[in-house]
């Protein structure tokens, strides 16, 4: 049984929003960080933004001034805004540690398409 909960996908234009959810969240001694992964079909997984427990943040290059993650630790769940979206987000929307210590989640399919 997958750890991780997405949700939040959905289709919409480019330049439209969507916020993802990821829920049941460890939060433990082990575990520093969570992150928001996408994979394109064909293509590996990718890391698209991280969040620390202290609240640091990373994103990758591309997603950069467009996404923002967060997470409400009382809730046990993390989230990605994302804004301005462009055709090239479309992928299928992942949470796990890094490495991936848990089971995969079924994602969450964002298409961006006009």
């Known amino acids: 049984q997958a750890q991780f909960v997405e949700s939040g996908g959905g289709l919409v234009q480019p330049g439209g929003s969507l916020r993802l959810s990821c829920k049941n969240v460890?939060?433990?001694?082990?575990?520093?960080?969570m992150y928001w992964y996408r994979r394109v079909p064909g293509k590996a997984r990718e890391v698209v933004a991280s969040?620390?427990?202290?609240?640091?943040?990373n994103y990758a290059d591309s997603v950069k001034g467009r996404f923002t993650i967060s997470g409400d630790i009382a809730k046990r769940t993390i989230y990605l805004q994302m804004n301005n979206l462009e055709p090239e987000d479309t992928a299928v929307y992942y949470c796990?540690?890094?490495?991936?210590?848990?089971?995969w989640g079924r994602g969450t399919q964002v298409t961006v398409s006009s």
């Open positions: 969040i620390a427990w202290s609240g640091a943040t």
């Open positions: 796990n540690t890094n490495p991936p210590a848990f089971t």
């Open positions: 460890e939060i433990n001694s082990e575990i520093h960080a």
